[in-house]
């Protein structure tokens, strides 16, 4: 091998003063100063890049372009036919579903009208689906009929549907309970509808009317006090009571201060009215000892003789609980048993801690089952009927407890 020697494009040495690019290349390689082509001389010695024979590069990759054009040009006269029909498909319409719904049958009274929404459910369609009648049903003619529901989409398709409808002409009148006559201390206000409710066969909430224009609470007196519930129907059903007003009774302030002092031993202010009557039930039990004798004629001298003498019969454990239920403002309602002849009377309270009316009899009894306190009319009945009629009283002036 021989070494590497700087030698000039034309072949002069160093000592020339031409100056020319000078390049150093092994013995057997040289290139062109002007970037011509590069050989390989296998004879040996120096040789000057241009000295010998230039050897061309093929040129390559001619086949590939042909198969490129040629691919693209099937490429594009696929496209060209299957493009237009591939629109056409896509602008085919897709055939609609018609509307559907599951039918609704309905009853209404001669003064309703309902709508044709009302008569199905579960509405499906292919797009937004309006409900109306095929004919207008007769809402005033009391009897069975078929309606035509028609359900139409946006489309114009259409699904008419066959749904029942019973008119029905309500002629009963509502049912007014819990009104009594009552007694009223002169000065007190007087809650008309303390204890009155309103139930009818059709309508949930009737309103009742009072008419107390005859009262005047000042004046010492009986007035006549009129009850009427209409129901949408237009059936009227009235009851009449009469409220006493008197002169408050000489016990009356003893009975609620009595009362007041046993509150504040028995209760705390964080008690609710439930706790507040069951404390109450629980002192009057604890405390009274049961005779069979009392003034019936005013129970706040009753109260007075239970929180004073702590003995009475029932009448007095009515009075008592009575009068600590006004000093808490628990509302309450006197309850009488129905007189009968030969019969013993019993009192108790019916009271409202804000869950409804409920029972409430303190007055202690022998046997299972003797605990009164909240009770329902179911559970006082099935009570009474099994103990010689001990509770019966008629309902229709009271107020319905809760089933529960």
């Known amino acids: 091998m021989g070494n590497r020697m700087p030698l000039y494009a034309d072949g002069s040495r160093r000592d020339d003063k031409k100056k020319r690019a000078v390049i150093s290349v092994p ?3 040289y290139r062109n100063i002007d970037d011509e082509e590069t050989y390989v001389s296998r004879s040996g010695g120096r040789r000057v890049a241009g000295g010998g024979k230039r050897r061309r590069r093929k ?38 579903v018609p509307p559907s719904g599951t039918p609704v049958d309905q009853t209404c009274l001669t003064v309703d009208t309902l709508s044709p929404e009302s008569f199905v459910t579960n509405i499906t369609g292919s797009s937004q689906v309006t409900v109306s009648f095929g004919q207008e049903p007769d809402f005033t003619s009391p009897g069975t009929q078929e309606v035509t529901i028609i359900l139409t989409d946006e ?45 009818d066969d059709y309508d949930e909430d009737v309103e009742l009317e009072v008419d107390s224009s005859q009262v005047n609470p000042t ?36 009975a609620l201060e009595e009362a007041q002092k046993v509150l504040d031993k028995i209760t705390t202010d964080d008690m609710t009215q439930t706790e507040v009557a069951r404390a109450i039930y629980d002192w009057c039990r604890a405390n009274i000892s049961y005779t069979a004798h009392s003034d019936k004629g005013d129970w706040q001298k009753a109260a007075v003789q239970g929180f004073t003498q702590r003995s009475g019969d029932c009448y007095v454990y009515f009075a008592t609980a009575k009068a600590m239920f006004e000093a808490a403002g628990i509302p309450n309602i006197d309850v009488e048993k129905t007189y009968v002849e030969g019969r013993a009377m019993h009192y108790w309270s019916l009271i409202d801690c804000g869950s409804g009316w409920y029972h409430f009899d303190a007055t202690p009894r022998v046997g299972e089952g003797d605990d ?19 509770h019966e009283f008629d309902h229709s002036l009271y107020p319905a407890t809760p089933e529960e």
């Open 155 to 199: 489309s114009g398709s259409q699904t008419e549907i066959k749904a029942g409808l019973t008119v029905i002409q309500d002629t009963t009148p509502p049912v007014i309970s819990g009104v009594t006559d009552q007694e009223v201390l002169l000065g007190e206000t007087v809650a008309y509808k303390k204890g009155v409710t309103v139930t």
């Open 372 to 390: 009164f306190f909240m009770v329902t009319d179911a559970f006082l009945e099935a009570y009474s009927q099994a103990h010689n009629n001990s």
């Open 59 to 96: 040129k390559r990759g001619g086949g590939k372009t042909f198969l490129l054009i040629v691919f693209c040009l099937v490429l594009g006269f696929s496209a060209g036919i299957m493009l237009p029909r591939l629109w056409e498909a896509s602008r085919e319409e897709v055939p609609a």
């Open 27 to 29: 013995n057997h390689v």
């Open 219 to 254: 004046v010492a007196g009986d007035y006549l006090v009129t009850y009427r519930a209409t129901d949408r129907s237009g059936n009227t059903a009235e009851a009449t009571a009469y409220f006493s007003f008197t002169q408050p009774s000489e016990y009356t302030d003893l």
